[in-house]
């Protein structure tokens, strides 16, 4: 049973950082591409940033220089450093596992606001 597991949300002010977590179970991670997605109130999900197998990593244009995705094969994680948060930052974000199957986390939520 494939288990994502999202924690590090919370509230921060305009221009603080957060960092994401997501521990994966369940699978064979290194063969993975990982991702973090987000959600607002009343919007569709949209793609945050991925990692692949290999490393290489993609942005949404919204966040890049901001964030920074990385993963540890050896402890099953993939993270999302978040710098220099913005109010539009607030959303629900979610852990994404993809191969030939696609896996969600349940999302953590994250609040930038003074």
């Known amino acids: 049973q494939v288990q994502l597991v999202e924690s590090g949300g919370g509230l921060v002010q305009p221009g603080g950082s957060l960092r994401l977590s997501c521990a994966a179970s369940g699978l064979t991670f290194r063969i993975y591409t990982m991702g973090w997605y987000r959600q607002a109130p009343g919007k569709q999900r949209e793609l945050v940033a991925t990692i692949i197998t290999g490393g290489s990593t993609n942005y949404a244009d919204s966040v890049k220089g901001r964030f920074f995705i990385s993963r540890d094969n050896a402890k099953n994680t993939v993270y999302l450093q978040m710098n220099s948060l913005k109010p539009e930052d607030t959303a629900a974000y979610f852990c994404?596992?993809?191969?030939?199957?696609?896996?969600w986390g349940q999302g953590t939520q994250v609040t930038v606001s003074s």
């Open positions: 994404n596992a993809h191969r030939t199957s696609t896996y």
